[in-house]
Nanobody, 121 residues
């Protein structure tokens, strides 16, 4: 069973930076669109940023100019560089990816377990 493994969350002061990483737990056949979502207490999960296999990106308006999503296709890894963090960025951040674990069948969407990001002084 493939899992998406996230790392890089933590506690940071307002204005600080964090970099999240996410990769499959084992080797896979192919990976397509990847993205980051977040869910704050009492709120619905929302898209933060996404990136296609060709490198096209999409961002939530609330993070444009502060966050940057990128990927390393050789490592099947997606990153989220978060700068100028604000208290309202506090949430559990989840990685999402459409991938084929084996060489057959359609891509399946997987979720990571989430990593906590807390922005507080």
């Amino acid at each position: 069973q493939v899992q998406l493994v996230e790392s890089g969350g933590g506690l940071v002061q307002p204005g600080g930076s964090l970099r999240l990483s996410c990769a499959p737990s084992r080797s896979i056949f192919s990976i397509y669109n990847m993205g980051w979502y977040r869910q704050a207490p009492g709120k619905q999960r929302e898209l933060v940023a996404s990136i296609t296999s060709a490198g096209s990106t999409n961002y939530a308006d609330s993070v444009k100019g502060r966050f940057s999503i990128s990927r390393d296709n050789a490592k099947n890894t997606v990153y989220l560089q978060m700068n100028s963090l604000k208290p309202e960025d506090t949430a559990v951040y989840h990685c999402n990816a459409a991938l084929q674990a084996g060489g057959t069948g359609p891509p399946v969407r997987y979720w990571g377990q989430g990593t906590q990001v807390t922005v507080s002084s």
